[in-house]
T-cell receptor, first 114, second 112 residues
Framework: ETGVTQSPTHLIKTRGQQVTLRCSSQSGHNTVSWYQQALGQGPQFIFQYYREEENGRGNFPPRFSGLQFPNYSSELNVNALELDDSALYLC?????????????FGEGSRLTVL | GENVEQHPSTLSVQEGDSAVIKCTYSDSASNYFPWYKQELGKGPQLIIDIRSNVGEKKDQRIAVTLNKTAKHFSLHITETQPEDSAVYFCAAIGGGADGLTFGKGTHLIIQP
């Protein structure tokens, strides 16, 4: 069974740029969630995708957007990067929505915005 | 929305002793309460969870208790071992929300 994989593991961007982060969900999972984890903080829910549609969103502005593909892999896109976007971005997959099922997290993509 | 408070932020215990981490939540509609362990450089891993229709759940050295009236839940680790050293997060979800709300984490240090 292949776990959740994320790429890239680390990246550095400058303010105003755009970034795309990628996630391959665990085999058999059809739901992907994205979380932002600032240094020393707990993860914060960005949004969730189920069957290629956004199925819920946290308190993040529209410049955070996502996609889910037919193979259940996913992308997180962030436009107009700000310094406060520096964080670890975690992808999690599950078999059902996160209301009822265990989330399996990847190891994250660490984004630094200069 | 939901708000989860977690205490303490750092907990240091002697190997073999017990550790207790406490969380409170604000949304009485929350009905699922997982606990995650995060080791350095890794993503969070579920260690135990509890649903609102259960008061206590045990899995070997780990137990979680839930008091719905008081809106708090706790993680208990007995006979702590060096590999228990990590950051632990509590979380809650329910009431129509689609994502987990996490606490700020507890850095558990096991002293040899």
């Amino acid at each position: 069974e292949t776990g959740v994989t994320q790429s890239p593991t680390h990246l550095i961007k400058t303010r105003g740029q755009q970034v795309t982060l990628r996630c391959s969900s665990q085999s058999g999972h059809n739901t992907v969630s994205w979380y932002q984890q600032a240094l020393g903080q707990g993860p914060q829910f960005i949004f969730q995708y189920y069957r290629e549609e956004e199925n819920g969103r946290g308190n993040f502005p529209p410049r955070f957007s996502g996609l889910q593909f037919p193979n259940y892999s996913s992308e997180l896109n962030v436009n107009a990067l700000e310094l406060d976007d520096s964080a670890l971005y975690l992808c999690a997959s599950s078999q059902r929505t996160s209301r009822t099922g265990e989330l399996f997290f990847g190891e994250g993509s660490r984004l630094t915005v200069l | 929305g939901e708000n989860v408070e977690q205490h303490p932020s750092t907990l240091s215990v002697q190997e073999g002793d017990s550790a207790v981490i406490k969380c409170t939540y604000s949304d009485s509609a929350s009905n699922y309460f997982p606990w995650y362990k995060q080791e350095l450089g890794k993503g969070p891993q579920l260690i135990i969870d509890i649903r609102s229709n259960v008061g206590e759940k045990k899995d070997q050295r780990i137990a979680v208790t839930l008091n719905k009236t008081a809106k708090h839940f706790s993680l208990h680790i007995t006979e702590t071992q060096p590999e228990d050293s990590a950051v632990y997060f509590c979380a809650a979800i329910g009431g129509g929300a689609d994502g987990l709300t996490f606490g700020k984490g507890t850095h558990l240090i096991i002293q040899p």
